[in-house]
């Protein structure tokens, strides 16, 4: 039910007929609850099923105060924030200000390894949703996170600008009143899952941070790119390490008195600086890295599909 698109299918009574089976079926199986992205299928569920918890999806994307009061509107339980959000204080405390006094939970993402700013996301999101279309090109790999393993293999320190959560940071979230932590782990085997958990129930993980984000750009790029025999370039985001223990104590603190939003990172730099103390590629300082430029090879985006052999 976690989709950005229905590919119109709300405009078919046949469609919306299935649907509603779909939906009665997982009922009577006595599921929790449903995470979704559309106002539509919230909507549908609410009418027919007034007291199940429907979760707004991380990809509805809410990021601002009036898309969480429109969501209250449609009657939803919990509202999953859009990543970015993870380090505005401000709307954060608001948001939540307004969570409690209408009875709705908030919950953030702590391993999220997008782009903050992601261009590519939106693009992304339809992709990933019109995987499971029957009669839709099929393919293996979402190329979206081509273009920003491209970006990160440009600058790594892109990396430091992501909005994910240290485990030792939840606490500075705990003390605005959010304490529901989503680890997106559905792709990742138990030892990891298992290891991430530990890490944020203890608040506390000593060794390299990129072992509890899902950093696609540095775990399947370099994979993709050999079983197509592309270019070797993305093979050096397997060695970067950032040691989780030297972050500065307080450098969450940033981000409670600026608006990255507002904010142009090429003047502000303190990611950079970030990185600069924490990071390193194949055993050496990031200040060591020297950034070549690398275009993105959209020419092989075709290569993903299952039917196509060049």
Request: with cysteine; aromatic share 12%.
């Amino acid at each position: 039910m976690n989709s950005a698109t229905l590919n119109t299918g709300e405009y078919s009574g046949e469609y919306n007929k299935k649907l509603n089976i779909e939906i009665d079926r997982l009922v009577n199986m006595n599921v929790d609850g449903f995470i979704v992205a559309l106002p539509f299928l919230i909507k549908k569920i609410k009418r027919d099923y007034p007291d199940m918890n429907v979760s707004v999806s991380s990809f509805a994307r809410v990021s601002s105060m009036r898309e969480i009061e429109e969501y209250a509107g449609l009657g939803v339980n919990t509202i999953i924030l859009h990543e970015d959000t993870t380090r505005d204080f401000k709307f954060l405390e608001a948001a939540h200000e307004f969570a409690m006094k209408n009875n709705i939970d908030l919950e953030l993402i702590t391993d999220n390894s997008c782009l903050f700013g992601c261009p590519y996301r939106r693009t992304h999101d339809i992709v990933s949703s019109e995987s499971t279309v029957t009669g839709q090109n099929s393919f293996w790999f979402e190329y979206p996170i081509m273009f920003c393993s491209t970006d990160v293999l440009n600058d790594p320190r892109n990396i430091i600008k992501m909005r994910w959560i240290r485990p030792e940071d939840t606490y500075e979230y705990e003390k605005i009143g959010i304490d529901r932590f989503k680890i997106a782990s559905r792709t990742k085997r138990t030892d990891w899952i298992l290891r991430s958990i530990k890490a944020y129930s203890e608040r506390n993980y000593d060794g390299n941070l990129l072992n509890l984000l899902s950093f696609p750009q540095g775990n399947a790029m370099p994979r993709v790119m050999e079983k197509i025999n592309g270019p070797d370039n993305y093979r050096i985001l397997r060695d970067v390490r950032i040691d989780n223990k030297k972050f500065p104590k307080s450098w969450i603190n940033f981000f409670k008195y600026n608006d990255c939003n507002s904010m142009d990172c090429n003047v502000c730099k303190y990611c950079d600086k970030i990185a600069d103390a924490t990071m390193e590629i194949a055993g050496k300082s990031i200040k060591n890295y020297g950034i070549k430029r690398f275009d993105v090879p959209i020419e092989l985006i075709p290569r993903f599909g299952h039917n196509e052999t060049d």
